[in-house]
C-alpha cells in the first residue's frame, strides 16, 4: 500500500529546491517537451524509484521528478504525511515552476497522490497514470493491510533504504523518526473517495501486476469510475485505461519499465476520441 522495495539505482544528480507549504521540497527536471511530474513510493527516492524510467520518459518528455514530504533530500515537518497534503504540495510546486498543467505518473504512494492531484488540483492534471494503488483501505489485500502493522523502523536495519536515507536526507539520523511519522499517518482511514475519482476529469491509466497487493475486483471498480467496463467496437471506449501484468508483484511491477513506458507514453500522446 505505502510501496517499497523496489531496487535501487544509481543516478546523477541534477536538481534544485523549491519552497512548498513549508517545506524544501527537492526535485529534479530532465529532458524538454510535454511535462510529467513523477511521484514515487513510501520510503523511496528518485533514484530508488525511477532509474532507467527518467532516461526513458525524458527523451521525449520535461520529466519533473520530486521527493516528497520526509523523503530523500526533502526534510520532514510536524504535518501528516498523506496524499492529500503530497497532492497540494505537488500543485505548489507547478505553480512555482509556472508549468500551468501537467501529466502525473504516480508509484503506490505516489499513485494515490497522483490521484488527489487531479481531485483536489483538476486544473493542474491532464492526465494521470496510477500504477499499484487503491482508492480504500478495503481495496487492498487483507494479508497487505495486515503487512503494514507490522513495519517498523528495526524492519529496514541494515537495509539499501535505511542506506540511502542516511545518504540523502538532510536529518540522517531521523530514519526512525521518519518511519514512525508515515506509519502513524498510513494508520488513518484515508479514503480517497469513489465519487471523487468518477467527478474527474483527466483521464486516468490505472496499471496493476496480477499479485501487487490490490484486490482485483477493486481494480475493476476504478476503471469502472473512470468509464471503463464496456464493449469498445460497439461505442467509443473511455479515454482511461486499464492494464495487468501476468506474475508482477507491487515490487516487481516497477521492473516491467521496457513494458510500461511505452503503454505509458501511447496513453499520454492519444488523441480524445472526439479529435
Not at 125 to 136: D, E, F, Q
Given at each position: 500500500m505505502?510501496?517499497?522495495?523496489v531496487?535501487l539505482?544509481q ?5 534544485a529546491?523549491a ?5 524544501k521540497m527537492?526535485?529534479?527536471i ?18 530508488g ?21 520526509g ?46 492531484c487531479?481531485?483536489r488540483h483538476?486544473e ?5 497514470v496510477i ?17 503494514l ?8 536495519k541494515?537495509?539499501?533504504i ?6 540523502l ?24 473517495g469513489?465519487d ?6 483527466a483521464?486516468?491509466?490505472f ?9 482485483l475486483?477493486h ?15 460497439i461505442?467509443?471506449?473511455p ?8 506474475d508482477a ?12 513506458v511505452p503503454?505509458?507514453?501511447?496513453f499520454?500522446d ?6
Amino acid at each position: 500500500m505505502l510501496g517499497s522495495g523496489v531496487v535501487l539505482g544509481q543516478q546523477t544528480p541534477s536538481g534544485a529546491y523549491a519552497p512548498v507549504n513549508g517545506l524544501k521540497m527537492y526535485y529534479e527536471i530532465h529532458g524538454s517537451g510535454e511535462p510529467i511530474v513523477l511521484l514515487h513510493g513510501a520510503f523511496m527516492t528518485i533514484p530508488g524509484t525511477w532509474s532507467g524510467w527518467i532516461e526513458e520518459l525524458s527523451k521525449t518528455r520535461k520529466v519533473i521528478a520530486v521527493e516528497m514530504q520526509g523523503h530523500g533530500r526533502t526534510a520532514d515537518i510536524d504535518r501528516p504525511i498523506t496524499p492529500a497534503n503530497l497532492a497540494d504540495d505537488v500543485s505548489a510546486l507547478l505553480r512555482f515552476l509556472k508549468i500551468p498543467k501537467a501529466d502525473i505518473l504516480g508509484y503506490s504512494l505516489g499513485g494515490g497522490v497522483a490521484m488527489q492531484c487531479a481531485i483536489r488540483h483538476p486544473e493542474k492534471v491532464r492526465k494521470a497514470v496510477i500504477i499499484s494503488y487503491a482508492i480504500r483501505r478495503d481495496g487492498f489485500t487483507k494479508e497487505g493491510i495486515d503487512a503494514l502493522s507490522q513495519i517498523t523502523p528495526d524492519l529496514f536495519k541494515g537495509s539499501p533504504i535505511e542506506d540511502e536515507y542516511k545518504r540523502l536526507s538532510p536529518t540522517p539520523d531521523g530514519f526512525a523518526n521518519f518511519v514512525k511519522h508515515l506509519m502513524a499517518s498510513n494508520s488513518r482511514q484515508v479514503d480517497i473517495g469513489a465519487d471523487k475519482l468518477k467527478a474527474t476529469k483527466a483521464p486516468m491509466f490505472f496499471i496493476h501486476g496480477d499479485a501487487d497487493g490490490v484486490r482485483l475486483d477493486h481494480i475493476a471498480e476504478m476503471y469502472r469510475l473512470k468509464g471503463g467496463d464496456l464493449h469498445g467496437d460497439i461505442r467509443p471506449h473511455p479515454e482511461s485505461r486499464l492494464a495487468i501484468l501476468p506474475d508482477a508483484t507491487h515490487v516487481t511491477l516497477m521492473n516491467r519499465r521496457s513494458i510500461i513506458v511505452p503503454m505509458v507514453n501511447d496513453f499520454l500522446d492519444a488523441k480524445p476520441s472526439n479529435q
